[in-house]
């Protein structure tokens, strides 16, 4: 699988994606000083493992102080779960009004 996922054009480049993805991670960490940093969906269950290790040493390179990359295991519910927390929140933040 990583081959296929490296091997993005007839010249052997990596897809885009490949390779925007970590220079994304560094420029956010340096900024933002995260602790860690959650790979999910489609991203986290197949290519984000396979190359975890890399975009890990990309970040200890280029940040001081690099983040965790944690991988999900909310099994692609991270949207709906989200959507929940923030009616949630609205709900019990402000009295209902009737």
């Given amino acids: 699988m990583r081959e296929s996922c490296t091997s993005g054009s007839e010249r052997g480049k990596p897809r885009k994606g490949l390779t ?30 396979l190359f975890s290790e890399k975009w890990s040493e990309m970040l200890a390179v280029h940040v001081p ?3 965790r990359l944690v991988f999900s295991e909310l099994e692609n519910q ?6 929940i927390h ?9 009295p209902l009004k009737i």
């Avoid at 900024?31 to 493992?49: K, Q, Y």
């Avoid at 923030?86 to 402000?94: G, I, T, W």
């Fill in 65 to 67: 102080y690099p983040p």
């Fill in 78 to 83: 991270e949207g709906v779960l989200g959507a």
């Fill in 20 to 49: 925007y993805l970590p220079i994304s991670l560094i420029n956010i960490s340096a900024v933002l000083d995260l602790e860690a940093v959650i790979i999910s969906g489609g991203l986290g269950n197949s290519i984000g493992r």
């Fill in 86 to 94: 923030v009616a949630l929140e609205a709900v019990y933040r402000e």
